[in-house]
């Protein structure tokens, strides 16, 4: 199709979506590569226990899981991204090719440890950002009924960071009846849908992972010089 009706665009820049770019022409073989994040300091965290419980299915799936424990990690901007705490964080990042975000709900919110360790994943590093076209699952616990602010927010999280969030979702309500106390999570509706999450999951990072660069791949960013883009997306934090 010719630009010519648009006179507005950088021909240079442009490029016709292409389905045989959306197929690897060799396939990755690896186990997916799964970070978990949860968001709470408790003794006995819901949220920890039900990303553990995700990481056994995970595991069961097939995928190669790290969990990331946010104890002694600082608040952002009050140590410098030197901490050993924030370089773990990222160095597993950066390994991940999918995350499972998993917070309780507090305020009508997620938590701020929850918030923290997606604050200290940089946006970008040089002219990449290390989040992009990776995917996400998001999961939250509750005390009382069932609710999706956390979620929700994550999701909001999730778009600004450039991921690809998965449709399906877990929200746990009253935690508390849904875990033995070995920390186990007992069989019901709700161990199904998490059950659901991570297996579509799977899916969408086997579906996406060897083409994830061409998937967010942006014609305003092509159009930008890599200095200029460097340059913009390294602007001191306010």
Not at 28 to 38: A, D, E, Q
Not at 70 to 93: G, Y
Not at 131 to 153: I, P, R, W
Not at 165 to 187: C, H, W, Y
Request: net charge neutral.
């Amino acid at each position: 199709m010719s630009t010519e009706s648009l006179p507005q665009v950088d021909k240079a820049s442009w490029r016709l979506p292409e389905q045989t770019l959306l197929r690897p022409a060799t396939a990755s073989t690896h186990p997916p590569k799964i970070l978990m994040l949860y968001g709470s300091l408790r003794e006995r965290s819901y949220s920890k226990l039900l990303t553990l419980e995700a990481a056994r299915l995970l595991q069961a799936m097939g995928a190669e899981v790290k969990v990331f424990d946010p104890l002694d990690l600082p608040q952002p901007d009050a140590s410098p991204d030197s901490h050993p705490k924030v370089q773990e964080l990222r160095a597993l990042a950066a390994w991940s090719e999918g995350m499972v975000w998993c917070s309780p709900e507090r305020h009508g919110a997620m938590t701020g440890i929850m918030k923290s360790q997606i604050d200290w994943i940089p946006l970008s590093v040089g002219a990449v950002r290390p989040t992009q076209g990776k995917t996400l699952a998001v999961m939250e616990v509750s005390g009382g009924s069932q609710s999706f602010n956390a979620v929700n927010q994550m999701r909001i999280l999730g778009r600004w960071m450039r991921m690809l969030t998965i449709p399906n979702q877990s929200s746990v309500a009253k935690a508390f009846l849904e875990f033995d106390e070995a920390g186990r999570m007992k069989p019901s509706a709700y161990f199904d849908r998490v059950v659901d999450v991570m297996e579509e999951l799977i899916k969408f990072t086997l579906l996406t992972r060897d083409v994830a660069p061409y998937l967010v791949d942006r014609y305003s960013e092509r159009k930008e010089s890599a200095e200029a883009l460097s340059q913009r997306v390294n602007q001191a934090t306010l």
